[in-house]
């Protein structure tokens, strides 16, 4: 009998969106220092990615309008990439005045969610995107590019899959080199997220290499949604220490994937991350006081009832 999981990748790169995208959506500020702190221990622990940022307006997100300040503090381990979120031109001159080598870059596939997150529609969002591209190709910058909202929007509901398709073309023609197709608000199931790749790799010729996939787990589905993406070849999963975040524009929204959910699946399949679990589990131990609630990681919150 052929296993079921016979066509899964033999090793998957985890990208830690914990300090970025998992802290922009907690309430209690945290001190620039335990930032730092945090990425340093996740990038210890092996992660090939510590997203540390964004260079988005103070105003829009307090919580990280420390982030030159964080990134002058980290010291850079060789091996992890550090990427950073910008919005715009002036984003992009303040990440890199602030030793940013690494950039990614945010749109939606719905019009509604566009308008709410970042006040433009998606053409003025994929307008403003194309010179910050152009100054990462000058400085040999690469640029990833998230898509929001690709399975559901909390404005708009179902979002029809040819709109994510449309807008991850563009961002790929403008130089993009990695998307990562986001369910912002948790609605996704595992025979969607397969119709979804299938879009985008079979009548989209996108390469699979090229497509990551960002999961929130509202309603429980993250890792089953994760076991699909892998089924159809994807090799790229974001993920956040301890389940932190979700989304500030999206009501409702829970939080990300947690690393350490991701991370235990993963080594029980026999699949490959290079990452220490248990660093991992420190990471999130150490931040968690300065969060005012319990991290959702079923990991975590398994190992810390067994303490």
Same mark, same amino acid.
């Given at each position: ?43 210890? &622990? ?13 105003? !829009? ?35 890199? $005045? !602030?030793? &940013? ?7 939606? *596939? ?16 994929? $307008? ?7 100054? *990462? ?35 790929? &023609? ?66 956040? !220490? ?59 919150? !398994? $190992?810390?009832?067994?303490?």
């Amino acid at each position: 009998m052929v296993s079921p999981f016979a066509r899964l990748p033999r090793s998957v790169r985890v990208v830690e969106v914990g300090p970025r995208d998992g802290l922009q959506n907690e309430k209690a500020l945290v001190p620039t220092e335990q930032k730092i702190r945090f990425i340093q221990m996740l990038a210890g &622990a092996g992660l090939p990615v510590v997203e540390a940022t964004s260079f988005v307006s103070p105003r !829009a997100i307090p919580q990280l309008s420390d982030a030159s300040d964080v990134m002058s503090g980290i010291t850079r381990l060789a091996t992890p990439s550090y990427p950073v979120l910008v919005p715009n031109v002036k984003g992009m001159e303040r990440a890199l $005045a !602030a030793g &940013a080598r690494a950039i990614a870059v945010f749109t939606a *596939a719905s019009e509604s969610f566009t308008r709410h997150n970042i006040n433009a529609t998606i053409a003025e969002s994929l $307008a403003n995107f194309r010179p910050v591209v152009a100054m *990462a190709q000058r400085e040999g910058v690469p640029v990833r590019g998230y898509i929001s909202t690709v399975f559901g929007c909390p404005y708009e509901g179902r979002v029809e899959t040819r709109q994510a398709l449309d807008v991850a073309q563009d961002l790929l &023609a403008m130089g993009i080199s990695e998307l990562s197709l986001g369910d912002t608000i948790g609605v996704a199931t595992p025979n969607q997220v397969i119709d979804v790749i299938g879009l985008f790799t079979e009548e989209g010729n996108i390469p699979v290499e090229q497509i990551a996939v960002h999961f929130h787990d509202t309603r429980g589905t993250a890792l089953a949604n994760v076991l699909a993406a892998l089924q159809s070849g994807i090799s790229i999963v974001d993920s956040s !220490a301890g389940g932190l975040g979700g989304c500030p524009y999206a009501p409702g929204a829970a939080g990300n994937l947690a690393t350490e959910d991701l991370l235990y699946m993963l080594r029980g399949m026999g699949i490959e991350t290079g990452v220490d679990l248990e660093k991992v589990l420190e990471a999130t131990s150490f931040i968690a006081p300065y969060l005012g609630h319990m991290p959702t990681s079923k990991y975590y919150q !398994a $190992a810390m009832a067994s303490v």
